[in-house]
């Protein structure tokens, strides 16, 4: 059987290092994150009475979504995303979450309150928000380009997306690129690869 030399052997090692390191320095490399847009300005009141705006959220990483309390398809699906995304940064004072109600006609603090109790919502910094609907729309639709609309014919009245929106301490819209090098933009609340994700990236934002 034909030998392979020690010079040999030394060569293809080092052909393999040269091509192999940097792939896995890239792997363990902590990974940049786009900036997508910044959140405009907002005020609502949460499910204790309490008018809430961005100032709230300042020096804080946090997620949005927007959901309704009588939703009977996706929002309970997203609650439930929701509640695995505070326990894990539960201890956390520089970590929120924001709820915007986009049936606020229904959505009173009193029930916000209520579904935010049935539901686990327990973490000091999470806000369930409701206030004006043009408003709410405008900051879903615009703002944060998260669709939100009415539709009779929709399963509850109202369609939106299933989207979580990752904030940083400055108020800018995060995400992490795709393999392409693109923003993502927004993170699939109802996937558990999506919550996964932006739990990775909540932790990168934290420590920036």
Known sequence: MKKYSYVGIAFIVLIFGIYAVPKIVNKLKTPTLATINKVPH??????????????????????????????????????????????????????????????????????LK??????????????????????IYELANTGFTLFAGENSEAEGGFEHSGMFALVDKQGNIRSRLDDYGNPIAFYDGLNPEGVKMIMEDIEILLKE
């Open 114 to 135: 209520a579904y935010a109790k049935s539901h686990g919502a327990t973490m000091k910094n999470w806000n369930f928000l409701t206030g004006d609907q043009d408003k």
């Open 42 to 111: 907002f005020e609502f009141v949460n499910q204790d009475g309490e008018k809430i705006s961005n100032d709230f959220y300042k020096n804080k990483v946090y997620v949005v979504e927007f959901f309704f309390t009588t939703c009977p398809t996706i929002c309970p699906k997203m609650t439930k995303s929701m509640v695995r995304i505070q326990d894990k940064f539960y201890a956390y004072q520089d970590f929120g979450i924001v709820s915007f109600s986009i049936n606020p006609t229904h959505d009173t603090p009193k029930i």
